[in-house]
């Protein structure tokens, strides 16, 4: 019977209908609580619907059921880390990721990749909040202008979920909405810093790593980059020491050995210039 809720779930959610999938999903856990899978399929369907809280109790509750050294927990733990992120938790969320990464690594797992691009991605909101505060506490009106542009936000996003608790709008538009108005305030925020940089000469700029410097095992910016016959490049120290233990590459997992590694020159000219103007870099 619960394997029958779940069949009607993944048709609907196929469909695009995630507000019928849940439910079907939900009923299926009332009948089955220790199926792992139907924890999964509905932390997707809530990640389609931005239900970032629920999206984090269905992941925990899918790797409590898994065990959290199992590489079956590995989708759950890419699930849990983007709910920790929709919920402006980035530290978590790096953590969560780095370890689940490391153990796909180990296993050669199809989700390296995907956790690769999380870990990335908390990395980068970490060092986004850093800044944040960094260019606020130099100058104060940039302070209160942005704080302004968070708290409009936060108030369209509680009338919003007056009107969802109303019935009067249903949770695809609530969530497309809230996305929305983030993005119009992310837009504003970042005019504001432009304006900011231009009237100060350049002293209130943000500062930003390229992702195309990052390496992708470590997240550290890349000091000797070289490049696997599938066009990704890695730090040198971090890839030859993956590729000796495993045999093949992080992301494919078609099989090379180190001699397969070829040094990328203009990529490592790159990181050289960058690191050179940016010293603050090192520490990203």
């Known amino acids: 019977m619960a394997q029958d809720l779940?069949?009607?779930?993944?048709?609907?959610?196929?469909?695009?209908?995630?507000?019928?999938?849940?439910?079907?999903?939900?009923?299926a856990i009332l009948k089955d609580p220790h199926d792992p899978t139907f924890f999964t399929n509905r932390a997707i369907t809530r990640i389609k619907l931005?239900?970032?809280?629920?999206?984090?109790?269905?992941?925990?509750?899918?790797?409590?059921?898994?065990?959290?050294?199992?590489?079956?927990?590995?989708?759950?733990?890419?699930?849990?880390s983007q709910a920790l992120l929709g919920l402006q938790r980035p530290q978590e969320a790096y953590d969560v990721a780095v370890d689940a990464y490391q153990l796909s690594l180990s296993e050669k797992s199809a989700q390296t990749e995907n956790l690769s691009r999380i870990v990335l991605r908390a990395k980068q909101?970490?060092?986004?909040?850093?800044?944040?505060?960094?260019?606020?506490?130099?100058?104060?009106?940039?302070?209160?202008?942005?704080?302004?542009?968070?708290?409009?936000?936060?108030?369209?996003?509680?009338?919003?979920?007056?009107?969802?608790?109303?019935?009067?709008?249903?949770?695809?538009?609530?969530?497309?909405?809230?996305?929305?108005?983030?993005?119009?305030?992310?837009?504003?925020?970042?005019?504001?810093?432009?304006?900011?940089?231009?009237?100060?000469?350049?002293?209130?700029?943000?500062?930003?790593?390229?992702?195309?410097?990052?390496?992708?095992?470590?997240?550290?910016?890349?000091?000797?980059?070289?490049?696997?016959?599938?066009?990704?490049?890695f730090d040198r120290i971090g890839i030859v020491k993956y590729v000796e233990k495993s045999g093949v590459d992080p992301l494919t997992r078609v099989a090379m050995t180190v001699k397969d590694l070829r040094p990328n020159y203009a990529l490592k000219a790159a990181c050289e210039e960058f690191l050179t103007s940016n010293g603050w870099a090192v520490d990203w």
């Open 6 to 27: 779940k069949a009607k779930g993944n048709q609907l959610f196929k469909q695009g209908d995630y507000v019928g999938a849940e439910d079907f999903y939900s009923q």
């Open 50 to 80: 931005e239900k970032w809280e629920d999206v984090e109790h269905d992941a925990r509750a899918a790797i409590g059921i898994y065990g959290l050294k199992n590489t079956a927990s590995l989708k759950s733990s890419f699930y849990l």
């Open 125 to 233: 909101q970490i060092w986004a909040a850093k800044e944040t505060a960094r260019l606020r506490e130099m100058n104060e009106t940039l302070k209160g202008v942005e704080v302004l542009v968070e708290k409009d936000l936060e108030r369209s996003i509680s009338e919003l979920k007056e009107q969802l608790d109303a019935g009067e709008i249903g949770e695809i538009g609530f969530g497309e909405d809230c996305k929305g108005l983030r993005e119009d305030a992310e837009k504003m925020i970042r005019d504001v810093r432009e304006a900011f940089r231009i009237a100060s000469k350049g002293d209130v700029q943000e500062r930003v790593v390229p992702d195309h410097l990052i390496d992708g095992i470590t997240f550290e910016v890349m000091h000797d980059p070289v490049i696997t016959p599938s066009g990704t490049s």
